[in-house]
């Protein structure tokens, strides 16, 4: 290796530790912060580790407020949420890869579109509809707003572009119909992009916090970050109480963390191979 390529290897590694430990840090700060005493959280200069780690502030607030059911109710509403729009991207980016008609360019052209709405453009006529169908407070009013997913039609359609044709054409030989050839070819062969979808769907909707605050109202269906902001106002005290809500954080996440560390060569190898397995 020459002295050149050495300087341009260390220089690459050295940003990436360097962008790296930036992205980590807020979350370091977070876990750190919530084993500190108040006071050690406002202290300046900043105190960068507690000289008595307060490892009961987790213990307390997991105590002050449901914590449990809160991330109860966002898990089963994201995992319902995450299979319903894997199965109908999969038939939808299926219907598009495999089956040829009039007008499928401009239709798929149209779902694209759709994209680059704002979010907040859809919450009316959405909150109007589910008003209709007496959904609004109710688990299936958020399953059913989320059942669709522009993103997962265009990653699985990507994905499934990568699929050989012969494989597809012999299986139609072999008399296997669209339901068979979809779950039995499409869906092994691209599986980390199914995983890939899968994880930030997930990650979207246990994160997500203004549409389930439009619809939700009861205290016992609230999701995890409605649980968080009630947990922070609660009698106006939690605002200057930061080791508990850097507690509360810190144990909210754990899920994802979990979740990440067990999918993530799926993750990683859906986004880096264009979502066939080889």
Do not use: C
Request: charged share 10%; net charge neutral.
């Amino acid at each position: 290796m020459t002295i050149r390529q050495l300087l341009t290897t260390t220089s690459k590694y050295v940003l990436l530790t360097i962008f790296s430990f930036m992205m980590f840090f807020p979350f370091l700060w977070m876990v750190v912060s919530s084993i500190k005493t108040k006071e050690e959280i406002w202290q300046f200069p900043p105190v960068w580790w507690p000289s008595e780690p307060q490892w009961g502030n987790f213990v307390e607030a997991w105590n002050m407020a449901p914590f449990g059911q809160y991330i109860l109710n966002s898990v089963v509403t994201a995992v319902a949420i995450v299979l319903i729009q894997l199965i109908n991207s999969a038939m939808i980016a299926y219907a598009f890869t495999q089956f040829r008609f009039k007008g499928r360019n401009i239709l798929f052209g149209l779902i694209l579109a759709s994209y680059m709405l704002p979010v907040a453009a859809t919450y009316v006529p959405s909150y109007v509809i589910l008003a209709d169908f007496h959904l609004l407070d109710s688990y299936e009013g958020i399953i059913i707003s989320n059942a669709v997913s522009v993103f997962g039609i265009f990653l699985l359609r990507q994905g499934f572009l990568q699929v050989p044709k012969d494989v597809v054409d012999a299986a139609k030989i072999d008399g296997a119909n669209h339901w068979r050839i979809l779950w039995r070819i499409f869906f092994p062969l691209t599986l980390p992009s199914f995983v890939a979808f899968g994880l930030i769907t997930f990650v979207q909707n246990y994160n997500n916090y203004l549409w389930p605050s439009l619809i939700i109202k009861s205290e016992d269906k609230m999701l995890i970050t409605q649980g968080i902001q009630q947990f922070f106002m609660q009698e106006g005290g939690y605002g200057m109480q930061w080791p508990l809500i850097m507690a509360a954080s810190t144990f909210v996440i754990l899920p994802l963390l979990l979740l990440f560390l067990f999918a993530q060569k799926w993750f990683i190898s859906g986004i880096s191979d264009q979502g066939v397995k080889g």
